[in-house]
C-alpha cells in the first residue's frame, strides 16, 4: 500500500510546466515538480531527445532542439511516465522562397507572367502570421511597377501582364527593407505581325526575301523563326521554310515562269508578289 | 503412424502461421493505411484539376504511411523520396535521434481532413490544411511512455516531383 501510494505520489510530482509562447530557435527551461532523479524524453520535428534529469530543477532545452516549428511532447519518467504537449512557433520572416514563370514570356501578352512569394524563418519554418511583402518589377526603359500584397498562410502570389519591349524583366519580392529576392524574365517579341516581302529573278531562280520582321509591338523576332514562302505557278505550287536571320529569311525559289509568291509565318500573311516568266 | 503425425503438425503449424501472418497483415495494414478525404473547392488563384487531385491524395496517404513506418522501425527505407526539402530533413534526422536513443513512435487509426488552401496559377505548389486524427504513442525500449488520442492541424506544402508530388512542408499548428 505504501509502495503503491509512493509511486502515485512520483506520479503525481513528476509533473512539467512547459512555458508559454515559445518561438523557434530559442531556448526553453521546462519546470519539473518532486525530486529524485527521473528520464526526460523530447519528440517534436527532427528531434528526438533523451536525458537524465533531476526532479525538482529546471530542464535546460537548447535553442537547437527547438529550431522546428510544430508540435512537441515532452514526456518525464520516474516510475510513471508524465507527458506534455506543447506548440513552438515560427520566428520572423527573414527568408523568401519566391518562384517565378516563365523564365521567358513573349511581350505584349496578358497575365503572361506570375510569381509566388514564400515566407521563411530562419530556421526555414513556414512564417504563418501576415506579412506584407511588396512585389516590384521593372524593364530597361519604363518606370518600375510595384505591388504591396499580404501572404496569406505564409504565402503571396502576383500575375501580370508582360511589357511591350523586349528584354530582361528585373522581378522582386521583398518584406520590408531587409529581405529581397530578385528574379529575372526574359522578355521575348512575340509572333510576326506584319510581313513584306520583295523578290527578284536572279540565274539560280528567283530570291525573295522579308523585310526585317517585327511582332506587333516593334520587337525584332528572334532569330530561327520560320517563314514559308509559296510559289503558285500554273498548276504547281511549291513551299520552302526559311529561318529569320537578323531579321530577315530569304530563300531561293526555283521557277521559270510566271508565279505568285506569298510568306506566313505563324497567323501573320505578307503580301503576294507577282513575277513574270523568264524570258 | 509417426510420418502422419509429423505431416499433421507441419500442416497445423503451416495453418496457425498463415492464420498468424493474415492477421498481423490486417492489422499492420489497418494502422498503417491512412484514411484521407481531400476538398478542393477552395483553392485559389488556380483550380485543382481532377487529375491531380488524385494524385495529391494518394501520395499524400502514401507519405503519411510511409512516415508512420519509417518512426516506428526507425528505418528510413519506407520513405523513398517522398518527403523533400525542411519535411525531408527533419524526418531523417528524427528517424536518427530516435535510433540513438531507442525511441519509436506509433500513429496508428490515421485519418485526415485535407484542404486544399492555395493553388499557385503555374500548378507547381499546393498548400494544404489537414486535420489529422490519430492514436499516437512513443516507446522507450518497446516500454509505452506516452500515448495519446491526438487531433492535430497541418499545413502542408507540397509540389510536383517526376512522377509524383512531394511532401516538401509538414508544420503542425496550434489551430488553423
Known amino acids: 500500500m505504501l509502495i503503491l501510494l509512493g509511486s502515485i505520489a512520483m506520479a503525481q510530482d513528476a509533473a512539467l510546466h512547459i512555458p508559454s509562447g515559445l518561438v523557434a530557435g530559442n531556448a526553453a527551461r521546462i519546470g519539473t515538480n518532486?525530486?529524485?532523479?527521473?528520464?526526460?524524453?523530447?519528440?517534436?520535428?527532427?528531434?528526438?531527445i533523451k536525458r537524465d534529469v533531476e526532479l525538482g530543477k529546471e530542464i535546460s532545452v537548447a535553442a537547437k532542439d527547438l529550431q522546428a516549428a510544430g508540435r512537441y511532447v515532452a514526456v518525464i519518467c520516474s516510475g510513471n511516465c508524465t507527458s506534455q504537449v506543447f506548440f513552438v512557433a515560427p520566428g520572423k520572416p527573414v527568408d523568401l522562397s519566391f518562384i517565378v514563370h516563365p523564365s521567358?514570356?513573349?511581350?505584349?501578352?496578358?497575365?503572361?507572367?506570375?510569381?509566388?512569394?514564400?515566407?521563411?524563418?530562419?530556421?526555414?519554418?513556414?512564417?504563418?502570421?501576415?506579412?506584407?511583402?511588396?512585389?516590384?518589377?521593372?524593364?530597361?526603359?519604363?518606370?518600375?511597377?510595384?505591388r504591396s500584397s499580404q501572404t496569406r498562410e505564409g504565402i503571396a502570389w502576383f500575375r501580370t501582364n508582360?511589357?511591350?519591349?523586349?528584354?530582361?524583366?528585373?522581378?522582386?519580392?521583398?518584406?520590408?527593407?531587409?529581405?529581397?529576392?530578385?528574379?529575372?524574365?526574359?522578355?521575348?517579341?512575340?509572333?510576326?505581325?506584319?510581313?513584306?516581302?520583295?523578290?527578284?529573278?536572279?540565274?539560280?531562280?528567283?530570291?525573295?526575301?522579308?523585310?526585317?520582321?517585327?511582332?506587333?509591338?516593334?520587337?525584332?523576332?528572334?532569330?530561327?523563326?520560320?517563314?514559308?514562302?509559296?510559289?503558285?505557278?500554273?498548276?504547281?505550287?511549291?513551299?520552302?521554310?526559311?529561318p529569320v536571320k537578323q531579321d530577315i529569311a530569304r530563300a531561293t525559289i526555283l521557277a521559270s515562269g510566271p508565279v505568285t509568291i506569298s510568306a506566313a509565318s505563324g497567323v501573320a500573311m505578307g503580301n503576294e508578289l507577282r513575277l513574270g516568266g523568264m524570258e | 503412424m509417426r510420418t502422419h503425425i509429423h505431416i499433421r503438425t507441419g500442416c497445423t503449424a503451416v495453418l496457425l502461421a498463415l492464420i498468424f501472418g493474415a492477421l498481423c497483415f490486417s492489422v499492420f495494414a489497418a494502422d498503417s493505411s491512412p484514411h484521407v478525404t481531400l476538398n478542393v473547392s477552395k483553392a485559389s488563384p488556380r483550380q485543382v484539376e481532377a487529375l491531380t487531385q488524385n494524385a495529391i491524395l494518394r501520395d499524400y496517404k502514401f507519405a503519411w504511411a510511409s512516415m508512420g513506418v519509417a518512426l516506428q522501425t526507425n528505418s528510413l527505407s519506407s520513405v523513398n523520396g517522398l518527403f523533400v526539402g525542411e519535411a525531408g530533413a527533419h524526418l531523417s534526422a528524427e528517424v536518427k535521434n530516435q535510433q540513438q536513443n531507442d525511441v519509436s513512435s506509433r500513429y496508428r487509426?490515421?485519418?485526415?481532413?485535407?484542404?486544399?488552401?492555395?493553388?499557385?496559377?503555374?500548378?507547381?505548389?499546393?498548400?494544404?490544411?489537414?486535420?489529422?486524427?490519430?492514436?499516437?504513442?512513443?516507446?522507450?525500449?518497446?516500454?509505452?511512455?506516452h500515448s495519446e488520442h491526438a487531433v492535430v492541424h497541418y499545413i502542408v506544402l507540397m509540389t510536383p516531383g517526376a512522377d509524383r508530388w512531394v511532401v516538401r512542408h509538414l508544420q503542425a499548428v496550434p489551430q488553423f
Open chain 1, 34 to 48: 518532486g525530486g529524485g532523479s527521473a528520464t526526460f524524453y523530447l519528440v517534436g520535428p527532427g528531434v528526438s
Open chain 2, 109 to 145: 487509426n490515421q485519418s485526415h481532413k485535407l484542404e486544399a488552401v492555395f493553388y499557385s496559377p503555374e500548378g507547381d505548389i499546393v498548400e494544404l490544411h489537414d486535420t489529422a486524427e490519430y492514436d499516437f504513442e512513443i516507446l522507450a525500449s518497446s516500454k509505452s511512455i
Open chain 1, 162 to 242: 508582360s511589357g511591350k519591349t523586349a528584354g530582361p524583366l528585373q522581378i522582386s519580392a521583398a518584406i520590408g527593407n531587409d529581405v529581397t529576392t530578385r528574379r529575372v524574365v526574359q522578355q521575348v517579341a512575340s509572333i510576326p505581325c506584319n510581313l513584306r516581302i520583295k523578290g527578284q529573278r536572279t540565274a539560280k531562280g528567283i530570291l525573295v526575301e522579308t523585310e526585317p520582321i517585327r511582332d506587333c509591338s516593334g520587337n525584332p523576332v528572334p532569330d530561327g523563326t520560320v517563314v514559308t514562302f509559296t510559289a503558285r505557278g500554273g498548276d504547281h505550287t511549291s513551299s520552302v521554310d526559311a
Open chain 1, 104 to 146: 521567358r514570356a513573349p511581350v505584349a501578352e496578358n497575365d503572361a507572367i506570375s510569381g509566388v512569394a514564400l515566407t521563411f524563418d530562419e530556421f526555414r519554418n513556414l512564417v504563418l502570421v501576415p506579412s506584407t511583402l511588396q512585389f516590384q518589377w521593372s524593364a530597361k526603359g519604363s518606370s518600375p511597377m510595384s
